[in-house]
T-cell receptor, first 114, second 113 residues
Framework: DTGVSQDPRHKITKRGQNVTFRCDPISEHNRLYWYRQTLGQGPEFLTYFQNEAQLEKSRLLSDRFSAERPKGSFSTLEIQRTEQGDSAMYLC????????????FGSGTRLTVV | KQEVTQIPAALSVPEGENLVLNCSFTDSAIYNLQWFRQDPGKGLTSLLLIQSSQREQTSGRLNASLDKSSGRSTLYIAASQPGDSATYLCAISLKYNFNKFYFGSGTKLNVKP
């Protein structure tokens, strides 16, 4: 297993466009998390899944954001009508159901909205 | 709201020096605490994970301690090397909501050759 994979690594988009990111977790992990990190700050929680169920969403996740994990494996995060304030690093992490083992993060997707 | 604070925000040391990074948190009901390393423009690499029942964890030149009563954790790096230059983040999860981590803003470390 190569760890948590995220695609693309970088995305530049024009304001108002829709973007979609993909995350492939470690295969044995049934929990998947999305975080957002802006420059100079620590990551902030967006949402998490246990298998295919989205169990918690942050208030940061506005109506323009949607996340899915259709078969309990990979996940997608879509941002509609992007705004300049959406520019950030979007990080995906996965874990065993027993969180005592902590998280494993992917390399992130860097989004720039111009 | 859980607050996680990391001091200092930036640190520059000469190679070979031992150093301590600090992390403080406001809620003592932690489930676990994890230290991460982040290189510029990259994702997070896990360094050490401390369960709430533990006082410290060690890996190579790294040692992390946890004091729940005072709301503090430290990351000790022995014999620092230029390759240790990165941002170090601490993150906690809470017993009553362990489905998310709360992160500090990190300490940016520069080890000069």
């Amino acid at each position: 297993d190569t760890g948590v994979s995220q695609d693309p690594r970088h995305k530049i988009t024009k304001r108002g466009q829709n973007v979609t990111f993909r995350c492939d977790p470690i295969s044995e992990h049934n929990r998947l998390y999305w975080y957002r990190q802006t420059l100079g700050q620590g990551p902030e929680f967006l949402t998490y899944f246990q298998n295919e169920a989205q169990l918690e969403k942050s208030r940061l996740l506005s109506d323009r954001f949607s996340a899915e994990r259709p078969k309990g494996s990979f996940s997608t995060l879509e941002i509609q009508r992007t705004e300049q304030g959406d520019s950030a690093m979007y990080l995906c992490a996965s874990s065993w159901e027993d969180r005592a083992y902590g998280y494993t993060f992917g390399s992130g997707t860097r989004l720039t909205v111009v | 709201k859980q607050e996680v604070t990391q001091i200092p925000a930036a640190l520059s040391v000469p190679e070979g020096e031992n150093l301590v990074l600090n992390c403080s948190f406001t809620d003592s009901a932690i489930y676990n605490l994890q230290w991460f390393r982040q290189d510029p423009g990259k994702g997070l690499t896990s360094l050490l994970l401390i369960q709430s029942s533990q006082r410290e964890q060690t890996s190579g030149r790294l040692n992390a301690s946890l004091d729940k009563s005072s709301g503090r954790s430290t990351l000790y790096i022995a014999a620092s090397q230029p390759g240790d230059s990165a941002t170090y983040l601490c993150a906690i999860s809470l017993k009553y909501n362990f489905n998310k981590f709360y992160f500090g803003s990190g300490t940016k470390l520069n080890v000069k050759p």
